[in-house]
């Protein structure tokens, strides 16, 4: 893994368990996808930004207590692009020490001076899995 994804992804992991959504939408470029079980999205990161603090209020309301990445592969598409494979766990207040882990899949733009998130893929159906947990009514 290039060193400059791996500091992309620890600042990620630092704003992510922070549950500080205006640090997470700065790594994101002006434009991306994001994608998961239940379809795609396109959207500008002015769009992400509200939906971002939407969903900190949300994981703050479910009691996260911390996210942290498990493991993470780096898998180059070319010199500007990277496909990233980052696997979560993360605890809620509910959960105790149990990680509740997750897969998400992001496309890494290395056109600029610095590396930008210009695609992610959530591997599960996130609302299914925090009903199932308990997480929400």
Not at 38 to 58: C, L
Not at 86 to 100: A, E, M, Y
Request: proline content about 2%.
């Amino acid at each position: 893994m290039t060193d400059a994804v791996k500091r992309l992804f620890v600042e990620y992991e630092k704003a992510f368990n922070a549950i500080d959504a205006e640090k997470q939408v700065q790594f994101f470029a002006e434009h991306f996808i994001s994608a998961g079980p239940k379809g795609s999205i396109a959207q500008g990161r002015d769009e992400f930004a509200k939906m971002a603090t939407k969903a900190a209020e949300f994981f703050r309301r479910v009691g996260q207590t911390s996210a942290k990445i498990l493991s993470i592969d780096e898998i180059p598409i070319s010199n500007e692009y990277s496909m990233v494979r980052v696997h979560w766990g993360v605890t809620f207040k509910k959960s105790g020490n149990r990680l509740i882990e997750f897969d998400v899949t992001y496309f890494i733009q290395k056109t600029g001076p610095e590396l930008k998130i210009i695609m992610f893929i959530s591997h599960q159906d996130e609302e299914k899995a925090m009903k199932e947990l308990g997480l929400l009514g």
